[in-house]
């Protein structure tokens, strides 16, 4: 599914504007979406709700016999009995359906999440890069809670309110139709007001449902590099910025509370009123014998028993401009390109190891429709096995090789060959399970340093882990860690150096036993002892496997097979580093510098 073209994105989305509402009807068929695998249990609370509600309903009925045989004489006990056992069953009667309502909620909060998680970690990294992660955790945290009042209990509100309501007036109507008229005329003036002000709490919330992901967004952003912001002294600006969005999130709510509040007192207002009205309207029907005082008290009884299910229809209508705001961002989360991944067959999955045969056939490529191109008309054949090299000037397009050869985006022109298929024809799963690859930054993830080295190769064995160990260099660090491979590395390998984190990063990739390895500045934190151990590894795995190598450094260079010089997106040369030293200017240039740079 993508994005609907017609939607302006937020600002938390990437964007400059505000996106459109939803309309009612989406809305609705969202919300249906979400109700609809709990609607028999959402059935059986509502059928609870509404015996709970009749018991109430033949209380005043009740109470009506009781003054006219307090007025005639007669025995009140029987009247009694009933109306406690009425009280009684009513009360444990709803308690068992606010119980069955409230489970079935959160129950509606986990499926949403589970949705919302599935679909999010299949998004596209080009998604990725247009949003704030922040947001996007907000909108699996924050508004999916927001759905668990709007699909269950406003549903079963709405509707035994106003059967509730239906059958309260009905009742009245056979009392006295003039004072129902006298009712209903006061609700419906102060009822047209109240719905004046539920636009107003739906944008509200909306609002400050996005601030609640700003205020998600910076914090990532600080905790993402904490080190750096304590070593600028940037504590307080961060502190003033996310105060900033919280401050935004609470002047939000409290406007959606002003409203819910104006919202509900109008209606308890409108209550009272009617009970005023019916008063005077009633008592001048008693004095001129139109009614009986046990019907005034009876009608009265009704009107307070009016109170509650009118209370749940505008909690209804609330709540439902509250998770219609939560609904907007969820769908629009929902509409991002994501991935269409399976698991890998067998095959891919390592029944066959062969190095894999990589080719650029004419490609461009851009990120955006509107930004500039980043390749033009690349083109190149990497032997394999083997190592191919790509040098080049920062801004050459050498990182977004890899970038394509994952199909973490797709090529605007042009083709990208592995094996000799188109990388787009490959099965996404199964072209992935063919490529290690290690990012230029060497991510590590919180858990312990077992569970990264794993991450890529779930089914690794012991003796797989202690051979990629030693070949990586990192034996040594697990023997002096307190709990070995159990040890926590901390949040993105903060108790790790980079160095480390990199030489994880590689063995995560190696543990794989891939047919196509990436390596993306992979070596920049090493030193030069381990630096050159982690370069013979990977010559000698070039032998079996085909290795792609962004590089910066001449040591890694010099050992590859062939070498793709990159300039301003585009191949101007391809050799070996013997013959680019002499043929290639730029090449030249760039060997010359690095020569000086280790001389000195």
Do not use: C
Not at 184 to 209: C, D, H, N, W, Y
Not at 248 to 256: I, L
Not at 396 to 412: D, I, M, S
Not at 445 to 455: I, K, Q, S, Y
């Amino acid at each position: 599914m993508t994005e609907d073209s017609s939607e302006e994105p937020t600002k938390a989305d990437g964007g400059t504007g505000r996106p459109e509402r939803l309309p009612a009807k989406e809305t609705w068929s969202v919300l249906y979406r979400h109700f609809r695998p709990h609607r028999g249990v959402v059935a059986l609370g509502a059928l609870f709700t509404l015996i709970g509600a009749a018991t109430g309903l033949a209380q005043p009925v009740a109470i009506e016999e009781l003054v006219n045989r307090l007025s005639d004489d007669e025995s009140i006990a029987s009247i009694l009995i009933l109306l406690t056992g009425l009280l009684v069953i009513g009360t444990a009667v709803e308690s068992v359906g606010s119980y069955i309502l409230e489970r079935t909620a959160q129950s509606v909060v986990l499926d949403s999440r589970r949705s919302l998680i599935r679909r999010l970690l299949r998004l596209k990294v080009s998604e990725i890069e247009r949003v704030q992660p922040g947001d996007l955790m907000s909108r699996v945290t924050s508004d999916t809670t927001l759905l668990q009042a709007v699909t269950t209990q406003s549903v079963v509100s709405a509707f035994s309110g106003a059967l509730t309501v239906i059958a309260t007036i009905v009742m009245m109507a056979f009392m006295d139709a003039v004072l129902l008229g006298v009712t209903l005329g006061v609700i419906v003036l102060f009822g047209g007001a109240t719905a004046l002000v539920m636009p107003q709490i739906s944008k509200a919330t909306e609002r400050s449902q996005e601030a609640v992901g700003k205020i998600s967004t910076a914090l990532e952003r600080a905790f993402g590099a904490f080190r750096t912001l304590k070593a600028s002294g940037a504590e307080r600006r961060e502190t003033a910025t996310v105060e900033e969005a919280a401050h935004e999130a609470w002047r939000y709510g409290v406007k959606s509370a002003k409203w819910q509040a104006v919202a509900w007192s109008s209606m308890g207002f409108a209550i009272q009123v009617s009970f005023l009205a019916v008063l005077g309207v009633g008592g001048a029907r008693v004095a001129s014998e139109a009614i009986s005082v046990a019907t005034l008290v009876a009608f009265l009884m009704l009107l307070f028993y009016l109170i509650d299910p009118v209370s749940r229809l505008v909690d209804a209508v609330t709540q439902y401009q509250v998770g219609s705001a939560a609904v907007a961002r969820i769908v629009r989360a929902e509409r991002m390109e994501t991935e269409e991944l399976d698991e890998p067959s067998p095959r891919a999955a390592g029944a066959e190891h062969t190095p894999a045969a990589v080719a650029f056939d004419d490609v461009t490529f851009r990120y955006q429709a509107e930004l500039p191109l980043v390749h033009h008309g690349v083109s190149f054949i990497v032997p394999s096995p083997g190592m191919t090299a790509f040098v080049g000037p920062s801004g050459a397009g050498k990182t977004t090789v890899f970038g394509l050869v994952e199909r973490f985006y797709e090529a605007t022109g042009g083709r990208v060959l592995v094996d000799g298929k188109d990388v787009r024809d490959w099965p996404l799963a199964d072209l992935r399970a063919a490529i290690g690859y290690v990012e230029q930054d060497a991510p590590v993830l919180a858990g312990t340093l077992r569970e990264n080295l794993v991450f890529a190769a779930p089914d690794a064995t012991e003796d797989d882990l202690r051979d990629v160990l030693v070949r990586s260099r990192l034996d040594a660090l697990v023997e002096r860690l307190p709990d070995g491979l159990d040890t926590v590395v901390g949040h993105r390998g903060s108790k790790l150096s980079g160095g480390e984190r990199q030489r994880v990063a590689i063995a995560r990739a190696l543990l794989r036993r891939p047919r196509l390895l990436l390596l993306d500045e992979a070596t920049s934190q090493l030193d030069a002892v381990n630096e050159l151990a982690l370069r013979d590894v990977v010559a000698e795995v070039s032998r079996e496997v085909t290795v792609l190598v962004v590089a910066h450094r001449l040591s890694t260079v010099t050992l590859a097979d062939q070498i793709v010089v990159m300039d301003a997106g585009r191949v101007r040369a391809t050799g070996t580093h013997e013959e680019l030293v002499t043929e290639d200017p730029l090449y030249g240039e760039l060997a010359a510098t690095q020569f000086l740079a280790t001389a000195s």
